[in-house]
Each structure stands twice: as structure tokens, then as C-alpha cells.
């Protein structure tokens, strides 16, 4: 192993949520649900309670949520829990999961949640728990909330003792700085480089915004500032949305666009040629910027191509079973310098252990223009892994209620706003939509036999849901 120039090394899975009675829906230890209907107030006040009785009296947790309505009224329920068990919240208000996972530990916080719009479903929403060191809870951690909470073993506070809530009003500030300091400015402000950013109408319009400025980049924003009244949302950006993104890529010179999710934990690039950047390709791109010796932590579901990359560029290639929380777990055993799953999570270990859409933007236009090449140079240098691909045609209002449904057949999954990637037996399975084509894409790195065999299985099992879809 000592003479592998890359390497591989698995981090044991922990037991799966499967065996926990799930109250709610769970996709990556989140929980999410229909507001007002699987999570009402009442239910998010009792989940904030269970939490509170966790953590114990005189805790300190810090909240955060998008600007969507039912985020807001969902969090401030939880806050009421919270401070019924003698929790005291420190409240973000509008802010994004990462800032919120920047924050926890300096805060002295025990635990970190965030209120956002779910994937697919424009009426659900979902929670992210975070520890104390700012990473999402472990599978254990999230099975024993919701064990308590289905027997409703929450332990108020005298009233006395009941928490308090404050407001941390520099938290933008204090985020924005220490993530300008993060970066190299010197070659970004000598380019003056342009980016074109869909906001998706999250928080990251109170921040990045003064963080490309600051650094000497030029920013257009897109969907920038809070939603239209009454109008549905989601976590990632809609297909429409990076459509857009790549005709405003090819009629300027910016040096790529992006889109994010609404809490800016992920984002999807557009080449400077105005092509959507498959995310397993946009992980091998980077890791083809980073320094000989460096080492890259990745989640398991990742395309082969980053180890080709990582064999060429001499770097050390760790796989990580689970999820990007993992990955920051992983990264602090074995050193990793960057982090990054195949669903537009990148995480940067000295800053935060959460992913960072915002700062990953910032750290792309420094590796861009210190090393003077495009982003479609790289990803047309990339080396091509075969896969198997079967096809199938669904009509464009069925294509997000298929991804609720593959969404729902796992606990780990790789979500994109067009594809939900998860693990048949062995094989990790790619369901994909292609609104413009009316096409559903159901493939897997064609490594073996028996990988073509479970897609044709996964495939069927596709096409029988499209059939009995009403």
C-alpha cells in the first residue's frame, strides 16, 4: 500500500436506519415531510423538546432556516420545544447550513438545526441536525431522537428554568470574513473573473454577494432575495434553472456559472461553454487542480474517473461508505484536505466540517486562475468510464414524483436536481430525468455482469411505478 501513489481505504457503515421505526421520512439522516400535514407545529415543538432532553438543561443550540414560510413558522415551533427543556437558542433567523455549521462550535453549541425546503416535493420540508463539532448527527444519534419521540419521553423544564432565545446578528459578517481569509484573493482580483450564481432564492444572497466582492470577482446573481409570496419551493435548483444558467453562460464571458441548493450546502457548475457539469465529473475536475500528495476523501457512490484522476495526479484517493457527514469524520482520521460526494458537496475540513456551495465557488475561481486553464478544458481532458444505460420516456409532470419514489427506497442516497443515485446490492444505481428529452435514464458504471443485471432489475421495477402512476 505505501507504494500506491493513490489509495483506497472503506470506513466501517454504522447500523442503518432501517432497523429504527421512522416516524417521519429519512433520506441522509434528514428528516423531512409535508408541512402543516406530516409536520405540523405541534410535531416540530415536540421534536425540539426530545431534542432539548437530550442535550440536557442549560444547553445552547443554534437555529437557522431559508426564506421559505414553513420554514419559518416550522422553526420557531422547534425553538419553543427547545426552550421548554431549559435550552438556550442562539437564532440565526435567514441564514444558510453552512454559516450555521461554521457557527456551532464557536458558539459553544451542543447541537445545530437548520429549516429548509426538501428536494422534490414543492410542499415538504426538512431538518438537518448538526453536533457540536457542526457535522449532521450520526445515524445512532438521529435513531435515538426518534425513538424518543415515539415515546414521547420529553422532560420539560420548571418554568423557572425555561430557555431563552436571542438573535446572533453579525453572523453573515462574521461568516464572510473568515471565508474571504480562507481564500487566496491575489490571483482572482489580478483576473477579475465573472460568475454567474443562481441563488435559488436562499440566504446565500446575504452573503455571497460581499464574499466574491471582497475577493475581486465579479458576481451576476440570479434568483437572488426571497421567493414570490405563495410560491412552492425546493432544495435544489430547478432544471429550468440551470437551462437558463447555460444560454446566460454562452452569451458572456464568465468563467462558469452555478446554481445551489436553497441552504448553499450543494452546487452544480455550468462550464464557461455552457454545459452542465455532471457533479462526479465536477469532483474529478477539482481533484485534477490539487497539488501532488494532496489528500481527497470522497463518498463510496463516486464515479470511478476521480481514482483514474487521482492515478495520474499522484494523489491519495480515500472512499468513504455513508454520507458527507461521514466524509468529515473520515477526513479528520486521515487528514484529507478536501471532501466532496457526487451530489455537489464539497467540504473544506480547516474551515467547517460541513459542505459549502458558497465557499467552493470562491476556492474554484482561485484554483482557476492560479492555474490559468477553464473548466471546460478540464472536464473535456477527463478520462471516460463506460456505463450501462437503459432509457425510458415519462411524461415532464411525472419526473419529480419519480425521484420522490427513488427517494424514498433508500436512506442513503446522492441526490442532483435531476437524479437520485442510490445502492441496489452491490451496484449504485443512477435514476436520471431529462425534462427537455421527456426521458427517464436508469445506468451504473458497467464494471461487471452483474451490474447490468441489477439496472435491467431496477429498471423494471421503474417502469412498473410509471405505469401504475395515476
Given amino acids: 500500500m505505501d507504494n500506491l501513489d493513490s489509495r483506497m481505504c472503506f470506513i466501517p457503515e454504522c447500523r442503518t436506519l432501517r432497523t429504527v421505526k421512522r416516524p417521519f421520512p429519512v433520506y441522509n439522516r ?17 421534536l425540539g423538546a426530545i431534542l432539548g432532553t437530550l442535550l440536557g438543561e442549560g444547553a445552547i443550540v443554534t437555529t437557522a432556516r431559508d426564506l421559505y414560510p414553513p420554514s419559518r413558522m416550522l422553526k420557531r415551533a422547534f425553538t419553543a420545544g427547545l426552550m421548554s427543556t431549559g435550552i438556550t437558542v442562539i437564532d ?25 425546503a426538501a428536494p422534490f416535493s414543492e410542499s415538504s420540508i426538512q431538518l438537518v441536525f448538526l453536533d ?22 420529553a422532560v420539560r423544564s420548571v418554568p423557572s428554568r425555561v430557555g431563552w432565545v436571542s438573535y446572533a446578528e453579525y453572523i453573515h459578517d462574521i461568516y464572510t470574513a473568515s471565508a474571504a481569509g480562507f481564500v487566496d484573493s491575489v490571483p482572482i482580483s489580478a483576473k477579475e473573473p465573472m460568475v454567474i450564481v443562481d441563488m435559488n432564492n436562499g440566504p446565500a444572497y446575504l452573503v455571497l454577494p460581499g464574499l466574491l466582492s471582497s475577493l475581486g470577482a465579479r458576481l451576476v446573481a440570479v434568483n437572488s432575495g426571497k421567493p414570490a409570496q405563495r410560491t412552492p419551493t425546493r432544495l435544489l435548483p430547478h432544471p429550468r434553472s ?11 464571458s464568465a468563467t462558469f456559472a452555478a446554481a445551489l441548493s436553497v441552504d448553499a450546502s450543494q452546487v452544480f457548475l455550468i462550464d464557461d461553454k455552457g454545459r452542465l457539469v455532471d457533479p462526479d465529473l465536477a469532483v474529478a475536475a477539482v481533484a485534477s487542480l490539487l497539488p501532488q500528495g494532496s489528500r481527497l476523501a470522497v463518498l463510496d457512490s463516486t464515479s470511478r474517473v476521480v481514482d483514474m484522476v487521482a492515478e495520474k495526479n499522484r494523489l491519495t484517493l480515500i472512499r468513504v461508505r455513508g454520507l458527507a457527514s461521514d466524509i468529515s469524520r473520515g477526513m479528520r482520521r486521515i487528514k484529507a484536505t478536501l471532501g466532496a460526494s457526487d451530489a455537489g458537496e464539497f467540504i473544506y475540513p480547516h474551515f467547517s466540517p460541513a459542505p459549502d456551495g458558497m465557499l467552493f465557488i470562491a476556492k474554484l475561481l482561485e484554483m482557476l486562475c492560479t ?86 432489475k431496477e429498471y423494471e421495477k421503474l417502469v412498473e411505478f410509471l405505469e401504475g402512476f395515476a
Fill in 242 to 252: 440551470l437551462t437558463m444558467l447555460a444560454d446566460m453562460t454562452r452569451a458572456s
Fill in 371 to 456: 492555474s490559468e486553464i477553464r473548466l471546460s478544458t478540464l472536464v473535456e481532458s477527463l478520462p471516460e468510464v463506460q456505463r450501462f444505460t437503459l432509457e425510458h420516456e415519462i411524461e415532464e409532470g411525472k419526473m419529480f414524483s419519480l425521484l420522490e419514489y427513488v427517494l424514498s427506497l433508500s436512506t442513503e442516497v446522492s441526490v442532483t436536481p435531476t437524479s437520485v443515485k442510490y445502492k441496489a446490492g452491490d451496484v449504485w444505481v443512477k435514476v436520471e430525468v431529462d425534462p427537455q428529452r421527456s426521458k427517464m435514464y436508469v445506468s451504473a458504471e458497467a464494471v461487471t455482469k452483474s451490474a447490468v443485471e441489477v439496472v435491467k
Fill in 132 to 153: 457540536s463539532a457542526g457535522a449532521e448527527i450520526s445515524e445512532d444519534r438521529l435513531g435515538d431522537l426518534l425513538s424518543m419521540y415515539e415515546s414521547h419521553r
Fill in 30 to 46: 434528514r428528516l423531512y415531510g409535508v408541512a402543516n400535514s406530516q409536520l405540523t407545529p405541534e410535531v416540530a415543538a415536540e
Fill in 92 to 116: 440565526f433567523h435567514e441564514a444558510t447550513l453552512p454559516e450555521l455549521a461554521f457557527s456551532v462550535k464557536r458558539f459553544g453549541a451542543k447541537a445545530g438545526v437548520h429549516f429548509s
